[in-house]
């Protein structure tokens, strides 16, 4: 974000740098100003074509390039882990295209683009966290026409979204949606969170970070500046509430993050590890010790070096 | 409340040289009424003579290309419906007004469960509480007679005239001033029919609601109307009570349409 120092032969490095053209980031910064202005509002950007398809992060990958400088120090996670397919190779590629330093480590990190998560230690201020989006209309499931929703944003009018709520309970006792959970950012805008577990939902509230969503197919971008109110909806008699597990993670023995089930053989035995590989790691490295502490999972092969 | 009170009372509705045209063509032209409370206006007509587009001009769906629609708004007391800016309209829409569309599949969310579909204007309302809406929806389909064990199935499981009691609850649950009726019977069989209009007739009476209904069925308009509208080419020709107007019709049209009534 930063200007670089000097560097050699810096006209050809820093020409069309970090993949989009200097006016393509132009135009999203222009986008990311208006949608940190209106929190929760989201505002359409002419999503360019990149080299990964709809759906892999063309979004966050747009925003990442937009925002970028060489100063800066990239993370990348996929459902919280630092060493799936998704989050490597878009990692390798901000490496390769912005020059940026990369790491794991929540705490370094500069820019964070995630996919289904938020990390699990707290973010400060300065850093930016980049979600991507599959589908920014929190009512589209509900209402297909563009033109009624973008009414129904601009009137305020979200009844229609406490209907699906509303089934949830009808069908399963309680609101049982668990991913992608709908808020309602400084009591204005209705807002997806993108399909990140209600878990998360909390963290968003009064977050120092500031909170970058970039859907590539639907060409929105939408945001959430440090300290933004943001309520996760619910009826008076059937309160939000986030999941909670019986187990503890079985590496680190952490009892208050978010935990994947991984099963183990065909036996049925399986382990509840915490999806944020970082945390995890961190905490065994700080000696805490879970019930399956030096399992072969604790040991992933390392990433090939940069 | 009786007739003489009713025209006593002010107009919920007012209509005023209402016009609309689709280029050259002529979609109504010139209608003026006024409605009271509690009154049940029938618009029929032929296919084609404008009664599609007077109601959807009264129902704020379709500008009129000149004239004036009034109605006594609960927060804006009587105004005009197109002076309102959209966000008071539409909201008038959902406080004031139901919509009971032809087609179930039109005013119903096909996606979602019927109880659902009955308890969306509660929530459109701002009511956050799932367990008052579940018992006003409960008591709702009971009134509509439909089962109650079946509150959480898709409407699609329902049949027409089901799907039609559903759109009848959705459309009563909050409490409208007025309630819109395109064809409500249409596409279900006669027995089916009578018992939609017996139980739209009760609800009706019982509520003291104000309902314009659009139909093309004089049985229909006999049974529910107390006054009518005869549309022809986009005109009204004839306006009176329901009775006078079928039993003595002084128009030429009209004494051709009831003339044509088919009797068993």
């Known amino acids: 974000m930063s200007a670089a120092e000097s560097r050699p032969n810096e006209a050809e490095r820093y020409y069309n740098y970090a993949y989009l053209d200097e006016q393509t980031k132009r135009m999203i910064r222009r986008a990311i100003l208006k949608a940190l202005a209106i929190p929760g509002y989201q505002a359409p950007f002419g999503s360019r074509e990149m080299p990964v398809p709809y759906g892999w992060g063309t979004g966050g990958i747009q925003l990442t390039a937009a925002i970028i400088g060489p100063d800066d120090v990239y993370k990348c996670i996929d459902q919280g882990a630092d060493d799936t397919t998704n989050a490597v190779s878009i990692r390798k590629f901000f490496a390769r295209v912005a020059d940026v330093a990369t790491t794991d480590n929540t705490a370094e990190a500069t820019i964070i683009q995630t996919r289904h998560r938020i990390p699990e230690q707290p973010l400060k201020a300065g850093q930016v966290l980049v979600f991507q989006v599959p589908q920014p209309e929190p009512l589209r499931g509900l209402e297909a026409r563009e033109t009624e929703t973008r009414a129904m944003h601009a009137y305020e009018e979200y009844g229609l979204q406490y209907v699906s709520l509303y089934e949830n309970i009808s069908a399963f006792g309680r609101i049982a949606a668990t991913a992608g959970y709908p808020v309602m950012v400084e009591e204005r805008y209705l807002m997806s969170p993108s399909p990140i577990p209600k878990f998360d939902n909390p963290k968003m509230d009064d977050n120092e970070a500031i909170l970058l969503f970039g859907a590539g197919r639907e060409k929105r971008i939408y945001a959430i500046p440090p300290h933004t109110r943001v309520r996760s909806l619910d009826f008076e008699d059937y309160p939000f509430e986030v999941q909670t597990w019986e187990e503890n993670c079985a590496l680190c023995g952490a009892e208050d993050s978010y935990l994947d089930e991984v099963v183990l053989d065909d036996a049925g035995n399986r382990m509840f590890v915490c999806s944020d590989s970082h945390h995890c790691g961190q905490r065994r490295a700080e000696g805490h010790v879970g019930p399956m502490a030096g399992h072969q999972l604790a040991n992933p092969v390392a990433e090939d070096g940069q | ?264």
């Open chain 2, 1 to 264: 409340m009786s007739a003489v009170e009713r025209l006593a009372s002010e107009p919920l509705l007012r209509v005023t040289d209402l016009s609309r045209w689709y280029g050259s063509i002529v979609g109504c032209r010139d209608v003026s009424f006024e409605m009271h409370p509690g009154e049940v206006l029938g618009i029929v007509g032929e296919s084609g003579s404008g009664k599609t587009t007077l109601l959807k001009c009264l129902s704020g769906h379709l500008e009129p290309t000149s004239g004036q629609v009034e109605f006594d708004t609960r927060r804006h007391g009587m105004s005009d419906i197109y002076g309102l800016s959209e966000p008071d309209r539409r909201r008038m829409q959902r406080e004031d007004w139901g919509f009971v569309h032809q087609n179930p599949r039109d005013g119903l969310r096909m996606r979602v469960s019927g109880g659902a579909n009955v308890a969306e204007p509660l929530m459109n309302l701002g009511r956050r509480h799932y367990g008052e809406m579940r018992s006003a929806t409960i008591a709702w389909l009971d009134r509509v007679e439909l089962d109650t064990s079946r509150i959480d199935d898709k409407p699609r499981n329902f049949s027409g005239g089901m799907q039609q009691r559903i759109q009848v609850a959705r459309n009563l649950i909050h409490g409208p001033k007025l309630v819109f009726m395109d064809e409500p019977t249409g596409g279900l069989d006669v027995s089916v029919q009578a018992r939609l209009l017996d139980l739209m007739r009760e609800l009706v009476r019982d509520l003291g609601l104000a309902v314009i209904i659009v139909t093309h069925d004089m049985a229909v308009a006999r049974l529910m109307a107390d006054r009518l509208l005869v549309m022809r080419r986009g005109e009204v020709v004839e306006t009176g009570l329901t009775d006078q107007v079928l039993d003595d019709p002084q128009h030429a049209y009209t004494q051709l349409l009831v003339s044509s009534v088919l009797q068993i």
